[in-house]
């Protein structure tokens, strides 16, 4: 699988959207990205995946680069609740091998 | 549907004892994963297991075995605890066949003295 890597850390103010990037330079043809968070020492919670299009849901979007060498995770409106750590993982969509997470990007939402 | 469960969910070891944390899942998934997290670090894969009958090293496999006892059960054994095991350790499924979410236990704390 495709390593990624993230900022170690980030500020955001309540209120505004909250924009986490991720580089997947090795990424391969059939690999997905998948967003993950964690708030404290609670299991990740898995938040957005896509393959080349750009993805929305009730949580948040995903915009993946036309080469599909990074990607950034857009949480529209943070709230002081979105204060977690997020993992961007890329891995194939139908293969059960490997999933490494990496560091993360610990996001901080201030008043 | 109680989704992945682990017990236990805390423990204390003395250096040397040995121990099985226990994972299971009740979602009929094909790939599980067992990670451990120290303080202030991010997930590491400790071993996982593509399907029934299969497992292999993660990033940090030793000090550890693991059993993939059927679809439902994927336990790890430490036989020699080291205070260097002192963790978070994390089990995970996924269905290969769905979206791709990967569920997630809620932890299983181990502290070895």
């Known amino acids: 699988d495709a390593k990624t890597t993230q900022p170690t850390s980030m500020d955001c103010a309540e209120g505004r959207a909250a924009n986490l990037p991720c580089n997947h330079s090795?990424?391969?043809?059939?690999?997905?990205v998948y967003w993950y968070r964690q708030i404290h020492s609670q299991g990740p919670q898995y938040i957005i995946h896509?393959?080349?299009n750009n993805e929305t849901n009730e949580m948040a979007s995903l915009i993946i680069t036309e080469d599909r060498k990074s990607s950034t995770l857009i949480l529209p409106h943070a709230t002081l609740r979105d204060t977690a750590v997020y993992y961007c993982?890329?891995?194939?969509?139908?293969?059960?091998?490997?999933?490494?997470f990496g560091q993360g990007t610990e996001l901080s939402v201030k008043p | 549907n109680a989704g992945v469960t682990q017990t236990p969910k805390f423990q204390v070891l003395k250096t040397g004892q040995s121990m099985t944390l226990q994972c299971a899942q009740d979602?009929?998934?094909?790939?599980m994963y067992w990670y451990r997290q120290d303080p202030g670090m991010g997930l590491r894969l400790i071993y996982y297991?593509?399907?029934?009958?299969?497992?292999d090293k993660g990033e940090v496999p030793n000090g550890y075995n693991v059993s993939r006892l059927n679809k439902r059960e994927f336990s790890l054994r430490l036989e020699s605890a080291a205070p260097s095991q002192t963790s978070v350790y994390f089990c995970?499924?996924?269905?290969?066949?769905?979206?791709?979410?990967?569920?997630f236990g809620e932890g299983s704390r181990l502290t070895v003295l």
């Open positions: 993982i890329v891995r194939s969509y139908n293969q059960g091998g490997k999933l490494i």
């Open positions: 090795t990424i391969s043809g059939n690999e997905y």
């Open positions: 896509g393959l080349k």
């Open positions: 979602m009929n998934h094909n790939s």
């Open positions: 297991s593509a399907s029934e009958g299969t497992t």
């Open positions: 995970a499924s996924w269905a290969m066949e769905d979206t791709g979410e990967l569920f």
